[in-house]
C-alpha cells in the first residue's frame, strides 16, 4: 500500500484539532464528556463542524480519499499516531495510559468503576471483552453503558480501529433497508401481511411504557415502529411478538443516552431524568435518529437471537423455562412449591410473561436497564471465548463476528453465528429462569398465606415500583448463587 | 359490590364462575376488565402478554358469584398458548372494536376458537363491540353484530371502557345468563374451583366455607 506519508501526518494532527473535545474526553474519565462512544462519532462531529472551519471538510475529504483502500480505518480513531520504520504505526491515546494501580488507590467507589471501564475500553487497540464481561456483570457506569453493550453483543469488535467502518456498513444498511421498506411512516410493500404487522406494531408502540414521557414523543414511537418493523421483515418466519417491543426499548435508550449526553456537557451523567423527559428532536438530526435505530436494531437482534427460542411459534424456549422454574421451585422449596399446588396455581399462569419479557413488565425502567448488564454480559459469551485466543487465532476466529458485520444484507441468515450462539442462548436463558426463582422466593411468605386469586393477582403486579439498582443487583446476586448450588449439587 | 384488595383467603361466595375475554388485539380487553373489576380506565395500558387475571363478585338470585375472568393476549401468536385458558370456562366475551371492521369479522374466527377448545358446549358467549364512545369513527353498523349475534345464539352489548357505558351491563348480563342456564338444565359444568379443577357433576354446586374446607388435596404431588 502505498501512503503519502508527509500528508498523513498533518491530516492526522489536524484531526486531533478539530475534534479535541472528543479526543480529550475519550481518554480523560473526569472530563465532562467521559463517553467512549463519541469519539466512535468522530466523523459526525467533523462533518457537523465543518460548516464553521472550512478546513475540516477538506481534511476529511483527504483522509477518505487516501485511505479507502486501506483496511484500518483510520478517521475511526483519535490520538497521536507517529510513523515507525516501515508501514508501522503506533498509536498512543493522547492522555496517560490510566494505572491500576492508581485505580486501586482511588476511594470514591464510582470513580473506582469509572476508571475501571476507562482502563478497558482505552487503554489498548485490542479490547479485552472477557475482562469487560466481567466487569460489568456488577453493572455498567451509564457513560460506559452504549459502548459496552454494543462491544458484549458482538456488534462492535474488540478491535477498535475498525469501530468507525463497521458503525458505517451497519448503518447504511439498516438506512437501505428502510428506505426500501417505510416511507412517510407507511409501509410501501403493502401485503396483508406486512400490514398486519405494521398495525400490530404501531398499536403496541403506543402502549408501550405509557409511564415513561420519552415514549411518547411522536419522535420516539414512530423510530421504534421502524426498529420493530425491519426487525419482522427480517425474521418473517418468526415475525413479530408481542413483548419483544418491551425489549428493544433497552437498547434504544441506553444508545439515545449518548445523543443526548453529547449535546450538552454540563447535564447530569448519572441520571436518565433528562432522557427520559426531553424529546430527542430537540437534540438529535434526523440522521442521527437513523444510526440510533440503526444501532438499536443490530444490537437487538443480536440479542434475541441468542434467545431465539423463546419467539417462535409456540414458544418452546418459555415453556422450557417455566418448566424449569417450576422443578427449581419443587426442589429448592418444597413447602412452597406444595402450598401453589395445593391452590392450583399453575407456575404457567404468573411465570410466562416473566420469560416472554425478560422480567421487564415487573420492575421500573431504570431497574431494567440495569438488570440487562448482567443480561448482556450473560449472553455474551461466545465473544469471551475469542479473546481468550491469542492474536493471530484471534483474528481469523473475529471473522465471525466481522462477517457478520460486514454483512450487507439484512435478510440475510447468520446460520454460522446461530450455532455458535445456541449455547449462549442456553445461557441467559438458564441464568433467568434463577433470577424468576430468585424473584418468586422473595414472596414466598406472602404468598403461602394466600388463596389462588390472591397469588395471582399479586404475582401479576409485584410491589416493585420503588425497587431501585440495589434491590435488583441482590436479586442478580442470589440468582447467581442459585444457580451455582443448583449446578453443582 | 366491589371484591378489589381480595388478596387473602375469602370464601364469602356461593358460585365460581370462570369467565374468558377474547378478540383481537387492541381492542380494548383488558380495559373491559379494569373498568368492571377496579373501575379503572388507563388510555394507553400495557399489551397483555399470555393472560391476567381479575375477579368480582356479583350478587345474582341472592347468591353471590365470584367471577374469574381471564384477560388473553389478542396476537394471533399467543392463540396457542391463551386457547389452554379456556378450560373450565363457563363464560366468555368475545371484544371487537367498533371503529375497526377487521377486529368485528375475525370474530367468527374466535367464536370458532372457542368451540373447538371447548369439550363444553354450554358455555354461554357475548358479543361485545367495544369504544362505543367513538361514535364519529364507527365503522361497524349496529344492526349486522346484532344479526351475527342472534344467528350464533350470542349476548349483545355495545360498550365504552372508557366512559363507563354498559359495562357492568355486560358481564352482569353474561353471569346472570349463567346463572339462570345452570338453574334449568343438567349436567352443565356450571362451577368451577379456581382455574383447573373443575366441578361437573349436578346443577349447581355451592361452595361454602364449610364444604370448600379443603378440597385441596387433589394434585400436591407429581412427579
Request: hydrophobic share 30%; glycine share 4%.
Amino acid at each position: 500500500m502505498e501512503y503519502p506519508r508527509t500528508k498523513l501526518n498533518r491530516s492526522i494532527s489536524s484531526s486531533s484539532n478539530t475534534s479535541s473535545i472528543n479526543l480529550k474526553s475519550h481518554h480523560n474519565i473526569s472530563q465532562q464528556q467521559p463517553n467512549r462512544t463519541f469519539s466512535l462519532m468522530t466523523i459526525n462531529h467533523t462533518e457537523k463542524s465543518s460548516n464553521a472551519d472550512g478546513n475540516t471538510k477538506i481534511y476529511k475529504k483527504k483522509l477518505t480519499k487516501t485511505f479507502s483502500n486501506d483496511d484500518d480505518d483510520w478517521s475511526a480513531n483519535v490520538g497521536k499516531y507517529t510513523i515507525e520504520n516501515e508501514d508501522k504505526f503506533i498509536y498512543t491515546p493522547i492522555e496517560e495510559k490510566p494505572n491500576l494501580e492508581e485505580i486501586d488507590n482511588i476511594e470514591d467507589k464510582y470513580q473506582k468503576l469509572l476508571e475501571k471501564f476507562n482502563y478497558i475500553l482505552n487503554t489498548n487497540k485490542i479490547i479485552k471483552i472477557e475482562e469487560l464481561r466481567d466487569l460489568s456483570w456488577h453493572g455498567t457506569p451509564l457513560p460506559y453503558k452504549s459502548i459496552t453493550w454494543k462491544l458484549l453483543l458482538g456488534y462492535l469488535p474488540s478491535n477498535t480501529k475498525r469501530h468507525e467502518q463497521i458503525l458505517k456498513q451497519k448503518r447504511k444498511t439498516y438506512k437501505n433497508t428502510i428506505s426500501q421498506q417505510i416511507k412517510k411512516n407507511e409501509i410501501i410493500q403493502n401485503t396483508e401481511n406486512n400490514k398486519q404487522t405494521w398495525h400490530q406494531i404501531k398499536i403496541d408502540i403506543k402502549r408501550t411504557h405509557p409511564d415513561i414521557k420519552l415514549y411518547q414523543y411522536q419522535s420516539v414511537k414512530e423510530s421504534l415502529q421502524r426498529v420493530l418493523y425491519a426487525w419482522s421483515i427480517r425474521h418473517s418466519s418468526t415475525g413479530y411478538v408481542q413483548g419483544i417491543n418491551d425489549i428493544c426499548t433497552t437498547f434504544y435508550q441506553v444508545f439515545l443516552l449518548d445523543y443526548y449526553l453529547k449535546k450538552d456537557d454540563k447535564k447530569d451523567l448519572n441520571s436518565w431524568d433528562g432522557v427520559e423527559n426531553t424529546d430527542p428532536v430537540e437534540y438529535m438530526s434526523e440522521d442521527d435518529f437513523v444510526n440510533l435505530e440503526a444501532d438499536t436494531f443490530w444490537c437487538f437482534d443480536r440479542f434475541l437471537e441468542s434467545i431465539m427460542d423463546n419467539y417462535v411459534h409456540g414458544q418452546p424456549g418459555i415453556l422450557k423455562q417455566v418448566k424449569k422454574l417450576e422443578d427449581t421451585c419443587k426442589r429448592v422449596d418444597p413447602e412452597l412449591y406444595q402450598h401453589l399446588k395445593r391452590e392450583n396455581v399453575e407456575f404457567f399462569q404468573f411465570a410466562f410473561r416473566w420469560m416472554n419479557c425478560l422480567l421487564m413488565r415487573e420492575f421500573p425502567m431504570r431497574v431494567v436497564l440495569r438488570m440487562f448488564d448482567t443480561y448482556i454480559a450473560e449472553s455474551s459469551s461466545l465473544l469471551n471465548t475469542q479473546t481468550e485466543l491469542d492474536d493471530d487465532t484471534k483474528k481469523k476466529k473475529n471473522s465471525l463476528v466481522m462477517m457478520d458485520s460486514t454483512n450487507d444484507d439484512l435478510s440475510e441468515d447468520f446460520s454460522s453465528l446461530t450455532t455458535s450462539q445456541s449455547t449462549t442462548a442456553q445461557k441467559l436463558n438458564d441464568f433467568h429462569v434463577y433470577v424468576c426463582y430468585a424473584f418468586l422466593e422473595k414472596w414466598a411468605t406472602t404468598l403461602q398465606s394466600m388463596d389462588f386469586t390472591g397469588i395471582i393477582m399479586f404475582l401479576q403486579s409485584c410491589p416493585t415500583t420503588s425497587w431501585d439498582e440495589r434491590d435488583i443487583e441482590m436479586l442478580l446476586s442470589e440468582a447467581y448463587l442459585w444457580q451455582s448450588l443448583c449446578q453443582y449439587s | 359490590m366491589s371484591d378489589t384488595g381480595d388478596n387473602q383467603y375469602n370464601y364469602d361466595y356461593d358460585l365460581l364462575y370462570k369467565l374468558v375475554l377474547i378478540g383481537d388485539s387492541g381492542v380494548g380487553k383488558s380495559n373491559l376488565l379494569s373498568r368492571y373489576s377496579n373501575n379503572d380506565f388507563q388510555i394507553n395500558s400495557k399489551s397483555t402478554i399470555g393472560v391476567e387475571f381479575a375477579t368480582k363478585a356479583v350478587k345474582v338470585d341472592g347468591k353471590i358469584i365470584k367471577a374469574q375472568i381471564w384477560d388473553t393476549a389478542g396476537q394471533e401468536r399467543y392463540r396457542a398458548i391463551t386457547k389452554a385458558y379456556y378450560r373450565g370456562a363457563v363464560g366468555a366475551l368475545i371484544v371487537y372494536d367498533i371503529t375497526n371492521t377487521k377486529t368485528y369479522e375475525n370474530c367468527s374466527d374466535w367464536l370458532n376458537i372457542l368451540s373447538t377448545n371447548l369439550e363444553n358446549n354450554d358455555i354461554v358467549i357475548g358479543l361485545i363491540g367495544n369504544k362505543k364512545d367513538l361514535q364519529h369513527q364507527r365503522s361497524v353498523p349496529i344492526e349486522e353484530a346484532q344479526e351475527f349475534a342472534r344467528n350464533n345464539q350470542l349476548l349483545f352489548t355495545e360498550t365504552s371502557a372508557l366512559s363507563n357505558e354498559n359495562v357492568e351491563k355486560a358481564f352482569t348480563e353474561l353471569i346472570t345468563t349463567i346463572y339462570e342456564n345452570s338453574k334449568h338444565q343438567t349436567g352443565m359444568e356450571t362451577v368451577t374451583k379456581n382455574n383447573s379443577s373443575s366441578i361437573g357433576a349436578g346443577n349447581t354446586v355451592s361452595l361454602t366455607k364449610s364444604n370448600k374446607e379443603k378440597k385441596s388435596s387433589s394434585s400436591g404431588q407429581c412427579c
